[in-house]
């Protein structure tokens, strides 16, 4: 299959960067080539830290109502190249244009800029009397480096850029090598509204340079913000060590969900559903493990097979394609390992077996126990097991038995009653008859080794700046 898209390119320093080679994007859906992207290497990087730090000094002497106004016209631009993102974002990395894909994932986009544009973090007076008067301003940092994953690549990396330009930050973005075409696309269309070197990017395919190594260790950036593995936010920490970068890291989880005996299978199963299989799974925040009280364990693992059998697995460009593929293959190989390995012991209600190409359908798999890898590891695909309990205090033990943390969910008729074991759970977001619904006034992050810093609302915006106090 011959390229789908024209030749994308590096914005640096409000220009187009050709880069001497470049690497093959693969479509997840058709097996076919999606487009192909620049492989940047040390000099497009120097180049681009370059050109977002000579632009630092103007942006960051802008006015509140300068940057908030520069940040919505960001919002509008997307919005009016929706539907060329959203075919991107298809092409590369698989999900369904309709439904909860990739028209929901720039419509989010959209939203959440808005919304961040409408933030700010204005000066405090922290004391003013007869001993003096103490402000506190927030100020920016400097070059913020972008480093994303490929489960949504458009969203999360509005979710790093817009509230480092909001704070008056410019930013080096490097896009995930299995999904960068939206993303430098969407960079140029920044760069339409945008002044020169603000916003630059640097996709790479990380065989022989590893550009987010060299971003973290790079001494013209002030902090990196990540969102992906575990192992590699721990990577970002040991390279950004010698320049003492700020980090907010956003990794990986195995978000537990508790339905109690006193739930109505038939009512929620359609939220278990989406909880777990948003985005085919791949969502850092979607139920990984489902841990259900003996007393309805049989009614629920029924309603949620009902539920889960009529979804529609498909290509994504077609309209009736509720889910699409996963996205790579490294991915599927360990969905289809710890499938196969959970299968020799539980019972597989729903699917099991993988279909076509990187095709694997809805898999949920009952009779599994703490011991099982696809209990206790991170699937980020579509496969759900589901956990008996009898006892409560069991049940919390086992969620909370893990080293990651970043959501989790109680499922009850009694929302007092499942507020009480929410609070008890060991994440950084936790829903009451719903799961990974975030949002962007709310301040989302992990703790464990999950990470640390949070995105969204002032929180998160906070975390892009450094505190000054002054007295006089
Ligand atoms: P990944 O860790 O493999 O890659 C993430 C990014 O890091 C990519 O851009 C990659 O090129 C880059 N990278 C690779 N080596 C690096 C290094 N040494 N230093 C710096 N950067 C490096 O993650 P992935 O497979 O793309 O994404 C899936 C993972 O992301 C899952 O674990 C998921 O839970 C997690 N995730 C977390 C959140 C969250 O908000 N907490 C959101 C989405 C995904």
Redesign the pocket.
Known sequence: MTETFGSIALTIGGGRVETAARFDVINPGTGGIAGTAPDAGQAELDLAVAAANAAFPAWSARSDAELQAACTAVADMLEAHAEELAQLITAEQGKPLAGIGSRWEIGGAVGWARYTAGLSLPMQVLQDNDQGRVEMYRKPLGVVGS??????PVL?AV?HILPALRTGNTVVS??????PLASLRMIELMNEVLPSGVVNSVS?Q?TDF???????GHDGIAK?V????????Q??MQ?SAGTMKRLT?????NDAGIVLSDADPEKIAEGLFWGAFINNG?????MKRLYVHDDIHDAVCKALVAYAGNIKVGEGTREDSVLGPVQ?Q??FDKVARLVAQARAKGQVLLGGDAGEGLFFPPTIIAGLGADDPLVYE?Q?GPALPVIRYSDIEDALAQANALDVG?GGSVWSGNVDKAKEVAKRMECGSVWINSHGMIQPNVP???VKK??FGV?FGEEGLKEYTTIQAVFS
Request: charged share 10%; glycine share 16%.
């Open positions: 480093i994303t994953p490929w489960n949504f999360i979710w490097k896009p995930s090598p299995a999904t790479c990380d590893n550009m987010g190594a060299a971003m973290s990196i990540f969102t992906g593995s575990c192992g590699t936010g990577k970002v390279s890291l956003e990794m990986g989880g791949q969502t850092c925040a979607a790579n490294m991915q991170e980020f970043l989302f992050g992990g999950s990470g995105e």
